[in-house]
Antibody, heavy 122, light 110 residues
Framework: EEHLVESGGALVESGGSLRLSCATS????????LSWVRQPPGKGLEWVGR??????????DYAAPVKGRFTISRDDSESTLFLQMNSLKTEDTAVYFCATVRWGGAYDLHYWGQGTLVTVSS | QSVLTQPPSVSAAPGQKVTISCSGSSSNIGNNYVSWYQQLPGTAPKLLIY???NRPSGIPDRFSGSKSGTSATLGITGLQTGDEADYYCGTWDSSLTAVLFGGGTKLTVL
């Protein structure tokens, strides 16, 4: 059974940095594409970015609001996904979910973690 | 303001049918597959529909999806109180090279 667990959420000051982790199990991590999605309190879903499998180039795509500030990476040996967040802004406050891209798809998100809360104070 | 437009809320009685629309443009829905997600209160989203109309294993056939032009629709029949949730459409935008989500629709089963 696919299992994803995010960690690393915290309260951080504006301009600061934070690294989120997403530990996974139950599927072939190295062959999978993965994404980060965030949800500000009381608001809708916002895609953050994705990373392809190494066999597909390991490339990343990012949403415009985070491009240049956030970096997605993966450790296939540990089946773990990361989100490095720099130059944080108050509008980055959200619950951050990691999710697997559906096998055979390119952007639809099949399995999700429970989320971790990031709060950016001014 | 989301690029994909959904009604903020819909409601219907138990046992009835409801549809939720998602409107976009040629750079997103018009040329890419649409997915639908259900988010029950306090939980992570769940994939309900992918590739416009396909259901992942375990999703009942009460849930259906369709697409026409630059719009997509989620249908739910035989409504149950347990279907009360927020529903989101999602797709790829070829111009933005990014995944887009609709603003979400809150379903109330009266």
């Amino acid at each position: 059974e696919e299992h994803l667990v995010e960690s690393g959420g915290a309260l951080v000051e504006s301009g600061g940095s934070l690294r989120l982790s997403c530990a996974t199990s139950g599927f072939s991590f190295s062959n999978g594409w993965l994404s980060w999605v965030r949800q500000p309190p009381g608001k809708g879903l916002e895609w953050v970015g994705r990373i392809k499998s190494k066999i597909n180039g390991g490339t990343t795509d990012y949403a415009a609001p985070v491009k240049g500030r956030f970096t997605i990476s993966r450790d296939d040996s540990e089946s773990t996904l990361f989100l490095q967040m720099n130059s944080l802004k108050t509008e980055d406050t959200a619950v951050y979910f990691c999710a697997t891209v559906r096998w055979g798809g390119a952007y639809d998100l099949h399995y999700w973690g429970q989320g971790t809360l990031v709060t950016v104070s001014s | 303001q989301s690029v994909l437009t959904q009604p903020p809320s819909v409601s219907a009685a138990p046992g009835q049918k409801v549809t939720i629309s998602c409107s976009g443009s040629s750079s997103n829905i018009g040329n890419n597959y649409v997915s639908w997600y259900q988010q029950l209160p306090g939980t992570a989203p769940k994939l309900l529909i992918y590739d416009n109309h396909n259901r992942p294993s375990g999703i009942p056939d009460r849930f259906s999806g369709s697409k026409s032009g630059t719009s997509a629709t989620l249908g739910i029949t035989g409504l149950q109180t347990g279907d009360e949730a927020d529903y989101y459409c999602g797709t790829w935008d070829s111009s933005l090279t990014a995944v887009l989500f609709g603003g979400g629709t809150k379903l109330t089963v009266l």
